[in-house]
């Protein structure tokens, strides 16, 4: 037990330490965590995972990567998500004895404690072993210290990013890795590899910062190895490391291999293809602020909420809240670990370096500018712009997989390491010149508090600011109920990484743990578009948002709030709302807190309430909803907006097609929602056709209810049909249901319907896809289609003109007579078209209601009519061809030859559904 003591008393002073350094988080962990009511509430998001994942896996049964209980009635795949499988599975052991909020905040304080313990073994392995132990001790604490309570770690914690916050397996990583290149056997890579799958179960994002460390370490080892080494063969010195290191990745891929699967198959099958740069630029450090203590310091700090307030406005000091704070403390121990120890501690030198100038993003930023007149460098060029100046960070975005990491302040999670082992380093230089003057014990020991204290003292974030986790009363009153039922509850709206959709509130997800109902809103990572699609698509939810957030849309119109009044009611029924709870808006937290009041009012008037609240609280208050009764005859007209809310995944937007409205299915399993209530079957009559072309196999569909009772199979035919069966009562729900329409095949129509090629009666086909548009104001020629699709048009007034290789396809040359200007633009018009190669494809296309000012005659020479029809005016003719064989149209210009330009994957078009009480 002697040997562990040290290790006792070291976890001991960092749990201290976090109570000390966190206050009045202690004081308050059972009913409070770390976070900012006035931010974006991502700490309650971090804890609805814990609870989550505990609900899926041991009370459902079921897979913790999917819920329906959020984004109602679609549900929501939590696979590309930021879930913390690291914390989850830490509290679901603490969820069977403590509250949600004490397992998750055990979850954060070992995520302080062991991040110091693991950077104080990392550094005693690296410190040299002919100092005295106690020496290598205090500066290991030190340095441990340094990484636990970095000013970073407090804002992430703050901001509720608590992903960010468990970083406690990356010094474990770093000293297995370390131990894997300098010593044999496999012990070390396994346990390397475990702590990187940890760390990818905290946040994937850290796969991208241990890749890094990785190499950079690696680089370390082999130029000390070559220069320890120099006669000795590359191959003989490191032919196991490779094998090492092969293990370590597959143990971490192996571990993680349950979340990676899912992962892979999010990307392959969904459209999560992330474009631009998202917001790197925003969130990057600025150069100033490296040397600026955070707005939560005691002495050097701000007023944390007015803070948070200028960032939202755009006022603040930087662009976002100062996350990168080195910390003069800090740094000069780093500084003088750095010059004491150069020649051991390159690697960590270069990592520090690295990782720094990636903090910054890819744009130098000082002061929250990124734009630099340099005394009007450009500008006297003749160039109206300032300068900027690009950084490392911007190659990244070019990397795949690692350009996935859009935060570049979160490379201070790898910054702050490498500068703990540095400032490490430091505190050992100092603590060997103390004992040259005094080598008393309690004089060390002193010296090393003194040390401390000094490199924490700038890094201080107290109070740290603490969100209540209190759940306001009338959601325990709720959960009570026996009765399934949702809960819509205000304020409403969707939010995921890029952007929110009304004015969600993520701490009313966390209130879930205690009424365990479905809700209509719900806060997600990733999601396809569809998921917001829906609801930006009911007019209910449109008038609600819109209200909520009136500077970020439109205001409400009369036609949406006539629509929303007209289907109100109708979707209460629809998504088996119960209750509608109004939050009372949170001070400063805007705007919701300037819109209350009209949303208030809003919905009194759409929604059908009891005038007093059932359940009230000084938080919440819960009304109960009036439902209307489900109608003996449901019927819903596909290709309206009526039925949009009825439409889940896989259907087209609304269009006409053979003269009647419809969707088309774009999915193999499109979902149509239903209400249910009362008891006995229902009849189901769906009015469809399929999508049919020459050779296509036979269309079967079967139809499955609730997503596991197969209802009925059906052959479809070509023509409009009407299908007919029967939704037995053993399979159906109180409240919402789920049709799945399974069929049988999908097809693409510009892969199998007919190409349309023929240029008028020429005897020519077009090779390529051809479409003009002409009109008074523009002028369009496009050939080829899709990403190949190239502008032909010289987009001039007058006549447009583009000549086509006959086999190819290939523009040989395009240009524009303003032929409404003068009779020399017309004579160079005749003369152009006088000189093109017969059998040539042209293309023509007229800008302007003048275009035939000084141009008057036919273009009989390219296959055109005798006379020229008017403008506006297209053509797709062949040279030396028929006068009148060509495609030609004036008025309504519009032009097209090729194949479909739907790419939509189709099964069939719906016409309408009915469902009526048998």
């Known amino acids: 037990m002697k040997r562990y003591h040290s290790h006792f008393i070291v976890l001991t002073l960092y749990t201290l330490l976090t109570f000390i350094l966190t206050w009045p988080w202690a004081a308050n962990f059972a009913s409070a965590f770390p976070g900012s009511t006035t931010w974006a509430f991502d700490e309650s998001t971090f804890i609805w995972n814990i609870w989550r994942f505990k609900r899926n896996l041991l009370d459902l049964g079921v897979s913790p990567l999917h819920t329906n209980d959020i984004f109602w009635p679609l549900g929501i795949d939590l696979t590309l998500y930021t879930y913390n499988f690291l914390n989850a599975l830490l509290g679901l052991p603490l969820l069977l004895g403590v509250s949600l909020p004490i397992a998750s905040n055990v979850t954060i304080l070992l995520a302080y404690v062991l991040s110091g313990y693991g950077t104080y073994l990392l550094i005693l392995y690296l410190l040299p072993k002919d100092a005295a132990r106690l020496v290598r001790q205090g500066a290991a604490f030190v340095g441990g210290a340094i990484y636990a309570f970095l000013a970073s770690r407090a804002i992430f914690a703050a901001l509720g990013h608590y992903d960010i916050v468990s970083t406690e397996f990356i010094p474990f990583f770093a000293l297995f890795f370390i131990k894997s290149l300098r010593e044999p056997g496999f012990k ?70 349950p979340v990676m699967l899912p992962i892979l198959r999010a990307f392959t099958q969904e459209d999560f293809a992330l474009t631009g740069w998202g917001e790197s630029l925003k969130l990057s450090a600025d150069l100033l602020g490296w040397f600026t203590p955070t ?90 712009q300032d300068i900027t100046f690009p950084l490392p960070f911007a190659l990244l975005h070019y990397i795949p997989i690692i350009n996935a990491n859009r935060v570049p302040a979160r490379f201070s999670v790898a910054l702050g390491l490498s500068l703990a082992v540095l400032a490490g380093y430091g505190v050992l230089a100092i603590s060997n010149y103390q004992l040259t003057i005094n080598k008393n014990r309690f004089f060390l020991v002193g010296a090393t508090v003194l040390l401390t204290f000094l490199a924490l003292f700038d890094q201080l974030a107290l109070p740290l600011p603490l969100t209540d986790a209190v759940t306001p009363d009338v959601y325990a009153k709720i959960g009570a109920e026996e009765e399934d039922f949702t809960l819509l509850q205000l304020p409403l709206g969707w939010r995921n ?41 009911i007019p209910l939810f449109q008038a609600i948002a819109q209200t909520e957030l009136p500077q970020s849309d439109p205001a409400v119109s009369a036609e949406t709030l006539e629509q929303a009044k007209q289907q109100a009611a109708e979707l209460m029924t629809l998504y088996n709302v119960g209750y509608v709870i109004i939050h009372q808006p949170i001070p400063e937290r805007k705007p919701y807190a300037d819109t209350f009041t009209a949303t208030r009012q809003l919905i009194f008037d759409l929604l059908p309430l009891e005038s007093e609240a059932t359940y009230s609280s000084p938080e919440a208050a819960a009304y109960k909803v009036n439902r209307p009764p489900v109608p003996e005859t449901l ?197 152009y078209i006088a000189q093109i190669p017969e059998g040539h494809i042209v293309l023509l296309s007229s800008q302007g209601a003048d275009a035939a000012a000084f141009f008057s005659e036919d273009f009989a020479a390219l296959g055109g009519s005798a006379e020229l029809p008017g403008v506006p005016y297209s053509l797709i003719g062949v040279k030396g061809a028929a006068p009148g064989a060509a495609l030609e149209r004036s008025g309504e210009a519009y032009l097209r030859l090729g194949k479909s330009q739907d790419t939509r994957p189709l099964s069939a078009a719906v016409d309408w559904v009915e469902i009526q009480a048998e």
């Open 635 to 831: 019927r819903l007209e596909f290709g309206d907006w009526v039925s949009a809310p009825y439409r889940g995944e896989g259907w087209a937007g609304d269009e006409m097609y053979q003269g009647a409205g419809v969707n088309w299915s774009t999915a193999p399993e499109p979902l149509i929602f239903f209400p249910y209530q009362g008891q006995g079957n229902r009849k189901l009559t769906i009015h469809l056709t399929p999508f049919s072309y020459p050779g296509a196999p036979q269309q079967t569909l079967s139809i499955i209810l609730n997503d596991d009772y197969e209802v009925s199979d059906h052959s479809l035919h070509e023509e409009w049909q009407v299908l007919e069966t029967t939704l037995p009562a053993e399979a159906l729900r109180p409240g919402l249901n789920r049709l799945t329409l399974r069929f049988s095949r999908q097809a693409i129509p510009r892969e199998v319907l007919p190409a349309g090629t023929a240029i008028g009666s020429t005897g020519v086909h077009a090779p390529v896809d051809i479409e003009i548009n002409s009109h008074a104001d523009f002028s369009f020629i496009t050939i080829g289609f899709g990403d190949e699709a190239e502008d032909a048009s010289a987009h001039r007034r007058g006549f447009n003109v583009a000549v086509l290789d006959p086999q190819t396809g290939e523009a040989l040359d395009k240009k524009g007579f303003d032929t409404a200007a003068n009779q020399y633009e017309a004579q160079a018009l005749r003369d």
């Open 497 to 537: 990484s890029f952007g929110v959709y009304g004015a969600e509130r993520t701490q009313i997800q966390y209130y879930q743990h205690t009424h365990q109902k479905p809700m209509l809103g719900g806060n997600i990572s990733r999601a396809p578009a569809f998921k917001f699609d829906y609801y930006r698509n």
């Open 188 to 257: 070390n890579p396994i346990l390397a590899g475990i702590f990187a799958a940890l760390c990818l179960l905290a946040e994937m994002i850290f796969g991208v910062f241990l890749l890094f460390l990785g190499l950079i370490l690696i680089a370390g080892h082999l130029i000390q190895e070559k220069n320890a080494n120099k006669n000795s063969s590359l191959v003989t010195r490191h032919s196991s490391l490779v094998i090492r290191l092969l293990a370590l990745g597959a143990t971490a891929a192996l571990i993680w291999l």
């Open 295 to 384: 707005a939560l310091h005691p002495l050097w700090g701000d007023d944390w909420v007015t803070r948070l307030r200028q960032v939202q406005e755009g006022s603040a000091p930087f662009s976002d809240v100062n996350t990168v704070f080195l910390g003069y403390g800090a740094l000069a121990l780093a500084l003088i670990g750095g010059i004491a120890y150069q020649k051991r501690v390159k690697a960590w030198i270069a990592a520090a370096l690295i990782f720094a100038v990636f903090t910054l993003g890819p744009l130098l930023q000082i002061k929250g500018r990124f734009l630099f007149p340099l005394d009007n460098l450009l500008r006297e060029q003749g160039i109206a």
